[in-house]
């Protein structure tokens, strides 16, 4: 029972790094109909540059925790800012002139890109895989039992309760705000909402920036939950992130960070009690379970084909 | 106005937006190029290396590049045109009649290329790597290009081919000729399975579904251990004969049968004009299915799919054929890849493998056959120049292999050929067959779905 509490707070903690990607591919799914294949790997560059910000503060190990507080904050800041730059480039550079293209061109440049920029990381951050000490150490025993101790660490407090921060925040972004509005639009009818006045490409490339910087926290979240990174996380965190957004209903919020959280679990379950060799393809044959019976999702709309 | 006045009076704006670029390009290169962490061997043993030299570089290469984009190729209006269907300089490579001439000139090249002066091992296993992946190229153009369906885990029937051979060959004694059929069988067989469940799944879902499927076929041989050995892949694989006759030395071999001295090039020739044989097979096996029924179904799904099946087409079985007839001449492919390495293991198929298949295909202009074999002529030589590039060391550090640059290119130009030509190098999307008085429905507006 203690090791059944043990690797649910493990999923929980997985979850919510993968809902927090999902979101960025479920956005923009919803927006342009498309999937940004290269989402995963702005992903993975997020998390380059907050281990990078991280050494160059040089603050790993505290036990202090507003220190540590303080500094993860500044480093989320930081590579939020640049994975935003990178999600508004790719947007403008390889998908905004392709619009009205023909159905598969988005996605061949979407492939091109997401190859370009992992290898383009391997190749200015070299191959091998980089290890990092955690920030912020410690945390609580939860239950004591006599065979297996349940610990909650601080790291894992606190990427379960900035996820959730971060998602209401985000719901109030879409619900309320003039941006939300805008987007909720564009994702009706683009040419309506063009018509009326709403600026669809700046619409557009926030979505991409907003998708990109929570991106890049989950970066973050992975660099510290997992301690280590190399140039090729992007791809199965980048699956297994779709794969929420899918059995969440692609273009719902909530359905993402949902579908995020039972994807981590069902991962860490799957490793816990069966083989942890197989544990992606647990995930990835989720995906495909989940479109053949459910291609609506969790939360989503069933998708009606127009002509 | 003459082109002197238009350029002088918006050079402002342009070094503007020139400046602007080359900020975000700042930005964007900072993480990458500028700062490099390092490892230096413990658990906490990072460390940056700060490369401004480079980043320096970098951002006055994106500068000057923006300046002359906007000096020759930038729309004048400053309106983004939305991307077309181009038919110009190369257009004439995808007219039936120049692909009429060039094809057999080049099937006659590659039959003589193993008796040319210059051929040596070097130079022939070049030609196999090449022919390996136009085989390979042409395989994935029939699900891909033909009946547009983005498969991005194409790589997994190339690996189910590879280890069916090395599996019955090891295991049964069976030999290549035996294996072959049984391969492409088996590959297809797995074409068939996972194209049960994407038969209703639109183009982005499939491309991730497919994606998924290759990654767990490479998962299942890393782990099997007992089945597949794993991480260390099955070595010994019995290589192909002569119609029975090894290569090797011994008198019942194929030097000594008929009276040549041994050389090791003979089993090299011979694995050439094996692969050359299997991709003429591939090239004339595709192009009579684009004739067929079949491929004129493939051809009207890939266009649209609501219209295919308003006509009655029965777009389950087209998807299935398509995917299993793809997987089968990548099971043949990999079958050779097995015989002719004697050794597999994992690593030769992943996503990797999978994007530069798929890369060669788009270069090479979805459905045409012979951009196929350009671009695959393009991306292996494209490589082996690079290899030559060994200069950048010196900017890149010590531990850099210009070779790992092959990748991103490729990814690079995936993009860019989406953008200025996303018809690909050779572009024929017309269909394969046609009435004899063509329509005035033109290419572009087919292409933009509503034609």
Partial sequence: MNYFIQQLINGLTLGSIYGLIAIGYTMVYGIIGMVNFAHGDVFMVGAFVSLITVIIFGVTGTTNIALGIGALILVAAISMFIAGVYGWTIERLAYRPLRGSFRLAPLITAIGVSIFLQNFVQATQGARVKPMSAIISGGFTILEGNDFVVRITYMQILIIVLTFLLMSGFTYLISKTSLGRAQRACEQDMKMAMLLGIDVNTTISTTFVIGAALAAVAGLMYLLYYGVIDFYIGFSAGIKAFTAAV?????????????????GLIEVFFAAYFSSEYKDVAAFSMLIIVLIFMPQGLLGRPEIEKV | MSLHDQTSSSFLPMIKRSVIATIIAFFLFLPTLGIKTSASGGVDGLFLTYRWLLLAIGCGLIFVGRIVYEL???????VQKPAKAQFGLVKALGSAKVAKTIGPLLLVFAVAFPFLPFSDRYILDLGILIITYVMLGWGLQIVVGLAGLLDLGYVAFYAVGAYSYALLSIHFGFGFWMCLPLAGLLAATWGIILGFPVLRLRGDYLAIVTLAFGEIIRIILLNWRGFTGGSNGLSSIPRPSFFGLPFNQDPGGFAATFGLEYSSMQRIVFLYFLILALAVFTFFVTARLRRLPIGRAWEALREDEIACRSLGINTVNTKLSAFAIGAMFGGFAGSFFAAKQAFVSPESFNFMESATILAIVVLGG?????????????????????RQLQFLKVIFGNDFDPSQLRLLLFGLAMVLMMLWRPRGLVSTRMPTVFLKDKKTVSAAMISQGRG
Avoid at chain 2, 72 to 78: E, L, M, S, T
């Fill in chain 1, 247 to 263: 059995l969440g209903g692609v273009g719902s919020l909530p359905g993402a960070m949902l579908g995020g959280l039972v994807i």
């Fill in chain 2, 366 to 386: 979805m459905s045409s056959q012979l951009g196929v074999v350009f671009s695959a002529i393009a991306m292996v030589g494209g490589v082996e120049l690079l």
């Fill in chain 2, 72 to 78: 020759f190729w930038a729309p004048k209006d400053g």
